[in-house]
């Protein structure tokens, strides 16, 4: 009996021993996290009463460097680039009929009014500020509506210097318009193609013009080109499956003849006065 009485006595020292020491650590943690929350509370008034009681005159604080990238400061803070918003959508005009004759003249004229020619690179309508292809294909890459601006998609393969071929329309600089001159010359350009030929009705009509330098057809015919020159169904990406080019413009003509044949190489040994037996 006394070793069932002592066994009864040492387990019940064990567990309370084992509650103490539950207990003590509970209350502990309690405490310091009650410590943390008041210390974060006094951090947060310090720092908001400092940001408040400022002085007018002082200058701002210095923004560490490396949190600089992401934070919006100075007067255009509260300015928001979207961009990718404006872009084309090529299902816009899903179903549209073909335009008439009449839009389409209007728009070969609008579209004249920045060339020299047919064919010829338009010039730049805005005053060119960085001269960088970046620049311009931050517009002109994909191309976008902004209202009623529109800045048309490149037509050809990505080049590093746009300005070479497309010059600023207007040149305002002092040395530009002391030395504007008319220049003479007799060139006469090209002049804007009709409309495609077609094999017959209800078929697809031919490229009018040459797809060198406009591979991308999307530039004038997708939802974003003229009313005259907009296709209905903008969003197939493979146009030539359907719309040949013309022959008269990236085919060789009918009319030219053939190249002369070549000669025939006589051997060397009739060149060397040897002829061979």
């Known amino acids: 009996m006394s070793d069932r009485s002592e066994n009864n006595s040492m387990l019940g ?4 021993h084992m ?4 207990t003590i650590g509970i209350s502990v943690t309690g405490f310091l996290l009650g410590v943390r929350d008041r210390q974060d509370d006094k951090r947060a008034s310090i720092d908001s009463t400092a940001a408040v009681e400022r002085p007018a005159h002082l200058p701002p604080e210095v923004l560490d460097y490396l949190k600089m990238n992401g934070v919006r400061r100075g007067p255009n803070a509260a300015w928001q680039q979207s961009l ?3 872009q084309d959508d090529p299902t816009r005009f899903y179903g549209d009929k073909s335009a008439t004759d009449q839009q389409r003249a209007t728009a070969v004229a609008v579209r004249s009014e920045r060339r020299a020619f047919s064919g010829a690179p338009p010039v730049v309508p805005h005053a060119i500020d960085e001269r960088n292809a970046q620049a311009c294909m931050a517009c002109h890459g994909e191309g976008f509506q902004v209202g009623q601006v529109i800045a048309p998609k490149m037509s050809h393969h990505y080049l590093a210097n746009c300005i070479q071929c497309h010059v600023e329309g207007t040149q305002n600089a002092p040395w530009a318009l002391a030395s504007a001159k008319t220049p003479e010359s007799h060139f006469v350009g090209m002049t804007e193609p009709g409309r ?3 094999i017959g009705p209800g078929a697809p009509p031919t490229i009018p013009h040459a797809v060198w330098m406009r591979s991308d057809c999307a530039t004038c015919h997708g939802s974003l080109g003229k009313e005259g020159l907009r296709t209905s169904h903008p969003w197939r990406v493979n146009c030539t499956q359907c ?3 013309s022959r008269g413009f990236d ?3 009918l009319d030219v003849p053939p190249p002369p044949p070549k000669e025939e190489h006589k051997p060397l040994d009739t060149l060397a006065g040897n002829p061979s037996t």
């Open 19 to 22: 509650a103490l020491a539950v």
């Open 243 to 245: 719309h040949a080019p």
């Open 13 to 16: 020292k064990r567990l309370g």
């Open 251 to 253: 085919w060789s003509p």
């Open 196 to 198: 495609g030929e077609r």
């Open 84 to 86: 990718p918003s404006h």
